[in-house]
């Protein structure tokens, strides 16, 4: 399968807990952004890598969230100390450079009892 | 106010017949509009991308209204494989890449 790839697909954790999450885009996509998305609601930008480089924060990546992508590869997404609030699906998605279209990964669902 | 507001629906509509439903956007400077498609508890897929001119794929029509800074779709002859959430995205260019905006989304069921 040569599409984005996440993992995991689902976690559940306890609050207060910090919880990693893996993003792999299609190999050769330079352009990387993950996404959060609550029932109802459309998928809100959390934050946008460049290879390595993380150009844009959204407003919605409080402290307690970091992204990385040290190889211009994969991205990890880490939430420390969560709250209930964080319980969502968290997206990643991958595109080429000068392309429109963004190719979505399955996402991961987080729930924060 | 959302930067892009669609209607929830849900649309109930019967096998073979037509859809069609807007969404507005906020953003006079979105540059590039987009449908997506999203199945429950999947991820959003690109269902065509809108152009100024309108532009069709197979049963699927969008049209833009820059003016009016609203985007169309409209579902001909409709298939209960259509049944799905449609979200309307716009993207706002920075200086290297286009932000996506998404709408909630509307949902559209088709039934036999």
């Known amino acids: 399968d040569t599409g984005v790839s996440q993992d995991p697909r689902h976690k559940i954790t306890k609050r207060g807990q910090n919880v990693t999450f893996r993003c792999d885009p299609i190999?050769?996509?330079?352009?990387l952004y993950w996404y959060r998305q609550t029932l109802g609601q459309g998928p809100e930008f959390l934050t946008y890598?460049?290879?390595?480089?993380?150009?844009?924060k959204s407003r919605l990546l409080s402290d307690r969230f970091s992204a990385e992508r040290p190889k211009g590869s994969f991205s990890t997404l880490e939430i420390q100390r969560t709250e209930q609030g964080d319980s969502a699906m968290y997206l990643c998605?991958?595109?080429?450079?000068?392309?429109?279209?963004?190719?979505f990964g399955p996402g991961t669902r987080l729930t924060v009892l | 106010r959302k930067e892009v507001e669609q209607d929830p629906g849900p649309f109930n509509v019967p096998e073979g017949a037509t859809v069609a439903f807007n969404c507005t956007y906020s953003?006079?400077?979105?540059?590039?509009f987009f449908w997506y498609r999203q199945d429950c508890r999947k991820e959003p897929k690109l269902l065509m991308s809108?152009?100024?001119s309108g532009n069709e794929d197979g049963r699927f029509t969008a049209q833009l209204n820059r003016a009016s800074q609203y985007i169309s779709l409209l579902i001909r002859d409709s298939k209960l494989s259509d049944s799905a959430t449609y979200l309307c995205?716009?993207?706002?260019?920075?200086?290297?890449?286009?932000?996506?905006?998404f709408g909630a989304g509307t949902q559209v069921v088709v039934t036999p």
């Open positions: 190999s050769e996509h330079n352009r």
């Open positions: 809108v152009y100024s």
């Open positions: 890598f460049q290879n390595e480089a993380q150009l844009e």
């Open positions: 995205v716009v993207s706002v260019s920075t200086d290297s890449w286009g932000k996506l905006q």
């Open positions: 998605a991958s595109s080429p450079q000068g392309g429109d279209e963004q190719f």
């Open positions: 953003n006079s400077a979105s540059q590039s």
